[in-house]
């Protein structure tokens, strides 16, 4: 329930709207019953033979329904979609603002990106959240009582037995449904992911798996997985199969107790015999708003779990806080030194730091070397303040990073990290990102200086090529180089570059590294690398291994 | 899209019998449903006339009966359903994964391995609906309103003529405007899709956009795009809405339109209150199943639609060839001759009449541009590419007539891409030597100069790797998989461009670790740059898919 009230403060749905969605939803599900209700009276009246005229309005309620059921449900459907688009886009808007401020977070790399990747599709999710999770029930509630309320105006028995019918229908059979789903859910989720990792891997490494003999071995996990997944899937089969089973007894049965209750009255001569059909047929009538509550149910299970695991995410700490008094960056050439900073991670994969010490004098061009894990971006990530370290300092000039504002840190010092993204737009609005105010004269001297011009003048769009997801489009020197035009766009006088040249050829990564450091020339520079190569090329290297400086 | 895909039923008994049980339920539901109606009918008409519920008890008693039998059966054929589809996608899953391995093993690249499983695990859902819901719904869209027209013709042939009236209307409008809809569906969806897109690409970007600066900037851009994208969906679901709002409207239009009928001619006495009530309870029958059917088309869809791309990928070609399955010879030496390769998918040959001969104790590189088939030649060794031409052999026995397995044994393979499994770097290491001790991967590391760098990991060799676990850089990633080759005792070792992503240092101990292992193995060498010549004892160019012999060249040459 606190899941469902902060999604509901989160998405803010306007109270107005929801009230018209419901009416709408309401007034057909009504019209619904009223037509077969008015209907079965009509016949019912016609059967005593009564002069045509005492019909009409009869007759013309019966029509009006007729029109008004399909008019009602076609203005719900639009309202209740409109509203679900209105939510939706709020809740982007809500979690986008609650996310910005983590990342990059204590999680990084590949697993972060997959990580926001299931942040989008949960938010996306959450559209359901009134398109089948709240406006049914809420519909159902409305015509259910009206219906049991014009049932007791006619007959109280054959309402009694219609509103313990609705109640097995639409609240039993549905918290049964979300009982099982709240079990099982999980597991089956679970049990999908596994399987789901299982398979690409065997998609992508069959050949090698054959080749080593390792074949047999991943097949028996596969059929393994599998045979759970499925016997989970059985079980859950059987459970809908029992929920949609009790959803046709309730109807039915309720219908029968009626017409036993109405039976009863009229040879008691309590009830007009006019009003058996009438009132069997609107029973059976107003279950239909009922029906789907079992899936809506399963649905808002659904809904509430990706709920969940947002709310988890989002409700973390920020890792960094702006001061209260900021204090400005001095001006001036700016040294940047990373001070016996210390580091704890969350994660436990990599290495925290220990007591690095780290000095970038102004102009001057640093290496910083060591094996995959041992901290290097952990350091990137201090000082461009993605977080403050856990003791010791980073400073820049003679101010603590912690005393600066964020946003002024990165006016200062750019980082180009190896997650360098390229987003799905064009090239220049992609290398624009750095500085929106640059035209294209610009753009072109950052892309010549990060010899980037070169291809893409020669693509037949130049600067209105688009770059794909991630640059999915370009080659990976390409992605490489328009990400650094980027950072020469920004022009800050400290640039880290975060492993430029990881996932790049020898040869490309000679000529892109020698090119970085030639444009570079007067600007302070980290250079993040595990090639031992770049180290002759540079004035100081300072090696981490472990999470730990080691002097040369 | 078929409404149901004959591979289907070829493939996955599960789906024969969910469909002939969807067949049953169609004609039991009918017959349920007529008897339900006539019951009604009876208890309503004699009540009626006054008697009691000592007169129609009995009556309420069999319509509790037959709704008890209906409840079962929905419920019933809801189970066989979802549990056909479970094991419709599980047969699926199966079949794909030994194709996949058994066959000619192939790696598919990322983004095709995610999208095949998932669709392969998640289609699952959609798939139950299909054979829970859809089939049913189509069986019974096809049986209930020509049975219930029937019925009703005999019981009062003016309202059946009424609704077969307005019965056609409903495909006819559908088509109609389904057409007009149809453009602008798919609009929508693709706009959603794009929409969706751009929340992702905005989230994934988060990083880079808060190192510019720019992550408060985007918000307001989320805002925008999300009330742009409202508004034109809006104004496409006024269009698309209005096929179900017609279909609605005809269904209860034609209800409206048989009670009036029929009120009037209960005046005239022309029908009986009984007859009345039966053909009152039948006429919305009568649409239902259509509009279940439209309903229920989009989620199933997604599910054959799955299905659909499993049964692509699963070949139907008669698996076994005549394979002897030999026992392998203790051989000297592997030897192609006039080998050739021509995929259906490519128009040149890849291999043409490709010779080449390997001895134990013997280095051979294998050089040429990317695309000449170097990497063919492994896959021809490994016995994943048979030759269309030629053979391959070992001391004369042809390697198509050994026991696939046993001769996979003798082989170690460093791929051109090499795969990091889930699991430690141990497990990735011994992937080949389940057996493996600890010391014998540490040795295998050291030779392929991945210890240093495995030992300094925070969690040594016992850090995760592959899914969920540490991202290793490319060069890293083939230390390992070249320890992974190493650790095998194989008297073939591939190596396909070992050396990529190395630095000269690395390179230059790879090289060493060649030459240590090379004595009494046949080491096929790939390489596309020239660093490793120098260990080679000769050095093949591929051209044109034939083996040029270029000789022993110089060192660095």
Not at chain 1, 65 to 83: N, Q, T, W
Not at chain 2, 251 to 264: D, K, S
Not at chain 2, 492 to 511: M, R, Y
Request: aromatic fraction near 4%; glycine fraction near 8%; charged fraction near 20%.
């Amino acid at each position: 329930m606190s899941t469902l009230r902060a999604l509901f403060r989160a998405g803010r749905p306007p109270a107005g709207r929801v009230a018209l969605s419901i009416a709408l939803g309401s007034v057909a599900a009504l019209a619904g019953i009223g037509l077969m209700s008015i209907a079965g009276y009509l016949i019912s009246r016609s059967a005593e033979h009564p002069p045509v005229l005492e019909l009409t309005v009869a007759i013309v309620a019966v029509r009006a329904c007729g029109l008004l059921k399909p008019v009602a449900r076609y203005f719900e459907r639009l309202e209740s979609h409109d509203l679900a688009f209105r939510v939706l886009a709020r809740m982007r808007l809500a979690f986008y603002r609650r996310m910005e401020p983590l990342v990059p977070g204590r999680t990084q790399g590949q697993r972060q990106g997959e990580l926001l990747a299931r942040m989008v599709g949960d938010v996306d999710a959450t559209q359901n959240l009134f398109l089948r999770g709240v406006g049914p029930p809420l519909v159902a509630l409305v015509t259910a009582a009206v219906a049991v309320a014009f049932a007791a105006a006619v007959l109280p028995a054959a309402a009694l037995v219609l509103a313990a019918g609705l109640v097995v229908g639409g609240v039993i059979v549905p918290a049964g449904a979300w009982a099982t789903g709240r079990s099982s859910g999980p597991r089956r989720a679970a049990a999908r992911a596994e399987l789901t990792a299982e398979l690409v891997e065997l998609l992508r490494g069959a050949p090698e798996l054959v080749a080593a003999g390792a074949d047999a071995a991943a097949i028996e996990r596969i059929e393994r997985l599998d045979a759970e997944l499925t016997a989970l899937a059985r079980r859950d089969a059987v459970a809908s199969g029992v929920v949609e089973g009790l959803g046709v007894l309730a109807v039915g049965l309720t219908v029968a107790g009626v017409l036993a209750v109405a039976a009863s009255a009229v040879a008691a001569g309590s009830l007009d015999r006019v009003m058996i059909a009438a009132l069997a047929l609107g029973a059976m009538a107003s279950f239909e708003v009922v029906a789907p509550l079992p899936t809506t149910a399963r649905a808002l299970r659904e809904t509430v779990e990706s709920g969940e695991r947002l709310l988890a995410f989002s409700d973390q700490e920020a890792p960094v806080e702006d001061p209260t008094t900021p204090n400005p960056i001095p001006s001036g050439p700016l040294a940047v030194s990373v001070e016996r900073a210390s580091y704890d991670h969350d994660d436990d994969e990599a290495w925290g730091l220990r007591d690095v010490d780290l000095r970038l004098g102004p102009g001057r061009h640093v290496a910083l070397v060591g094996p995959s894990g041992a901290g290097k971006s952990t350091v990137a990530s201090l000082l461009v303040r993605f977080m403050d370290p856990t003791r010791g300092r980073v400073t820049l000039g003679d101010a603590d990073l912690r005393d600066v504002r964020k946003g002024d840190v990165r006016s200062v010092v750019t980082l180009d990290g190896q997650d360098g993204y390229l987003f799905s737009s064009t090239i220049r609005e992609n290398v624009r990102l750095a500085r929106p105010s640059a035209d294209d004269a610009a753009i072109e001297q950052a892309l010549r200086r990060a010899r980037a011009i070169d291809f893409v003048a020669a693509l037949p769009d130049g600067l209105d090529t688009f770059v794909g997801e991630d640059g999915a489009r370009l080659s990976g020197g390409e992605r490489r180089r328009i990400a650094l035009a980027r950072t020469f766009l920004a022009d800050a006088p400290v640039v880290v570059l975060d492993e430029p040249t990881a996932h790049l050829d020898s040869a490309t990564a000679d000529a892109l590294v020698a090119d970085v450091l030639a444009e570079t020339t007067g600007k302070s520079v980290l250079l993040i690398t595990h090639r031992s190569k770049d180290e002759r090329d540079v004035d100081n290297v300072v090696r981490l291994v472990c999470g730990e400086t080691r002097t040369q | 899209m078929r409404p149901l895909d004959p591979r289907l039923l070829r493939r996955a008994r599960p789906a024969r019998v969910a469909l002939g049980a969807d067949v049953v339920l169609g004609l039991l539901a009918t017959v349920l449903l007529l008897a339900q109606a006539v019951l009604f009918a009876d208890v309503v008409s004699s009540a009626f006339s006054g008697h009691g519920l000592a007169a129609v008890g009995d009556a309420i008693l069999v319509l509790c009966a037959v709704v008890c039998l209906r409840a079962v059966l929905t419920g019933a054929f809801e189970a066989t359903g979802r549990r056909a589809g479970a094991r419709v996608m599980s047969d699926l899953r199966l079949a794909l994964v030994r194709g996949r391995v058994r066959e000619s093993p192939t790696a598919a690249d990322g983004a095709e391995a995610g999208e095949v499983a998932t669709a392969a695990v998640q289609g699952v859902d959609s798939l139950e609906d299909y054979f829970a819901r859809y089939l049913p719904q189509l069986v019974l869209a096809a049986v209930v309103p020509v049975i219930v027209l029937v019925w009703t013709a005999t019981v009062d042939p003016l309202s059946a003529l009424i609704m077969f009236i307005t019965l056609p209307l409903i495909p006819i409008f559908m088509v109609l405007i389904g057409r007009a809809t149809q453009a602008r569906t798919r609009e929508r969806w693709r706009a959603l899709s794009r929409l969706s897109n751009h929340f992702l690409d905005v989230v994934r970007g988060l990083p880079t956009l808060r190192a510019f600066n720019r992550g408060e900037v985007q918000a307001e851009r989320i805002a925008v795009t999300g009330e742009e994208y409202r508004e034109t969906t809006m104004q496409v679901l006024r269009v698309s809405f209005l096929s179900g709002a017609v279909l609605d409207l005809l269904a209860t239009i034609a209800t409206a339109l048989v009670a009036v009928t029929l009120g009037i001619r209960l005046i005239d006495g022309a029908v009986t209150l009984r007859d009345a009530l039966i053909v009152l309870l039948l006429a919305p029958e009568l649409y239902a199943p259509l509009r279940a059917l439209a309903a229920q088309f989009h989620a199933s869809a997604d599910g054959l639609a799955a299905a659909e791309r499993i049964l692509d990928l699963i070949e139907d070609r008669p698996a076994g060839s005549a394979a002897k399955g030999l026992p392998v010879p203790a051989w000297d030496a592997v030897r192609l001759e006039g080998v050739t390769v021509a995929p259906a998918s490519r128009d040149r040959l890849v291999l043409d009449a490709f010779d080449l001969e390997i001895r134990r104790g013997e280095v051979v590189a294998l050089v040429g541009p990317s695309g000449a088939g170097k990497s063919t030649v492994a896959s021809v060794l490994l016995g994943f590419v048979p030759p269309d031409a030629g053979r391959v052999s070992v001391d004369g026995t042809s390697v198509g007539d050994l026991a696939t397995a046993e001769w996979r044994r003798q082989i170690a393979w460093l791929p051109q891409r090499p795969t990091m499994f889930s699991g430690t770097v141990r497990e990735n290491i011994a992937l080949g030597v389940p057996t493996a001790s600890g010391r014998e991967i540490q040795d295998a590391a050291v030779l392929a100069g991945a210890h240093e760098f495995v030992a300094n990991l925070r969690h040594g060799y016992e850090t995760r790797l592959g899914d969920g676990g540490r991202s290793l850089s490319a060069g890293e990633q083939r230390r390992i998989a070249l320890a992974r080759a190493l650790a095998r005792d194989a008297r073939l070792l591939i190596l396909d461009e070992p050396t990529a992503n190395l630095d000269e240092a690395s390179a230059a101990h790879v090289a060493d670790a060649i030459r240590r292992v090379a004595p009494g193995r046949a080491v096929l060498l790939i390489e596309h740059r020239t660093d490793l010549l120098g260990v080679a004892d000769r050095v093949v160019r591929v051209e044109g898919g034939r083996a040029v012999e270029v000789g022993l060249v110089g060192a660095g040459a």
